[in-house]
């Protein structure tokens, strides 16, 4: 039997993620956040999440996930019997099949294991960026999957499914964390927490979604 | 567009996954196998897996899962901020929840860096053991979790889904290879190749099947 009150958070130290934590304290009474670790670029994001669990007393667990690294299509055309795990290289995220299919299977295994009813994942359909796993239909599927390869009632959830970043800036405030988010994440791909270098791609759109709330709410 | 003739079969060295990888290389024209690697227990098998690869041509390709060990209880009851990865103790398979669910995943991801269309597995249902990530339905629902994750029309073939292990050793005669596969595969818990201990649970389950099949064989 699970416990309804336990959940599990897949959880980055980005911007989504975050918000989707404060969410899940709101909500449940025990939140564990589950963390991959599958990268150099990574070690910042990570040294944020931790910062974040530990100042909120979160239960985390960092999870390898470096063997990702031999599903890129390089290790596997080697045609070498053994593909051994890289680890070292950042890994272009863009070039890994299935990841969110992977990463929920994990968390999905966690979950059994702690024995949390809940699972919480930061994907969003709203600023879609052509990867067929971040859909709403997939985590459906996914949901079924989970269930029946455990013989389990798992609730995936998807708070930020359908919102833009404006949505998730709007969200984080609704939680009374939106300070919070913008100082102590990190999606800048420079490795800058906060406000990022506020010229990359990420922070752009972090800045973007930023603004359009911050509008919204001085309109209102 | 993923190739029609291309198949990758789960392959671990034991009796169903050499019927299966049989089988498939009657019914495709390309066939990758996939091995993983979980633990100690299991060197001798994919020692097997490799011989059995290498005797037929067949590409091969053995995927660390020592993962699965951080997925383990005890390395999750620990509360540590980093819960390392295993490796030198045999991991008891029984303890890991999903791991169908894992390996199908990862096989996806290999098919679909390969272009592969087709997977194989030779999970079953007649000798049902209580692994719900072994049962029919699990399979359906993992193909369609599995083509949504990544936009592709993939298909999960499990030809030994409702077989026996009488069954399997029937279709491995049909297949021309009944002599190879007891021959060549490690089913043996005590580690030893073709007709094993012949004490051990998973030999008098082997054993029984053949002798079985052989006394229909001789009825007919």
Redesign the interface.
């Known amino acids: 039997m699970m416990n309804q009150e336990t959940c599990i958070v897949v959880f980055s130290g980005g911007q989504d993620s975050t918000t989707c934590l404060f969410w899940a304290m709101k909500k449940f009474k025990e939140v564990i956040a589950v963390t991959f670790n599958y990268g150099q670029r990574h070690a910042l994001e990570i040294e944020c999440a931790?910062a974040i669990c530990k100042a909120h007393g979160i239960?985390?667990?960092?999870?390898?996930?470096s063997?990702l690294s031999?599903?890129?299509?390089n290790a596997?055309t080697h045609?070498a019997?053994?593909?051994?795990?890289g680890g070292k290289g950042a890994l272009p995220t863009t070039f890994?099949?299935?990841r969110?299919?992977?990463f929920m299977?994990?968390a999905?295994?966690?979950a059994?294991?702690?024995g949390a009813k809940h699972l919480v994942t930061g994907v969003s359909e709203a600023d879609f960026s052509g990867y067929?796993?971040c859909?709403d239909?997939?985590m459906k599927?996914?949901n079924?999957?989970?269930n029946?390869?455990?013989?389990q009632a798992f609730v995936i959830h998807t708070p930020l499914m359908w919102k833009d970043k404006a949505d998730v800036w709007a969200l984080s405030d609704q939680l009374g964390k939106l300070d919070e988010i913008k100082e102590k994440t990190l999606t800048c791909y420079e490795g800058i927490i906060g406000d990022g270098c506020g010229t990359c791609l990420s922070c752009e759109l972090r800045k973007k979604g930023y603004e359009a709330y911050m509008k919204s709410v001085n309109k209102s």
């Open positions: 931790t239960e985390h667990h960092i999870l390898d996930m063997l031999q599903l890129h299509p596997l045609h019997l053994a593909v051994e795990a890994v099949p299935a969110n299919l992977l299977s994990f999905g295994a966690v059994y294991n702690k067929p796993d859909r239909t997939f599927a996914m079924v999957a989970l029946l390869s455990m013989d």
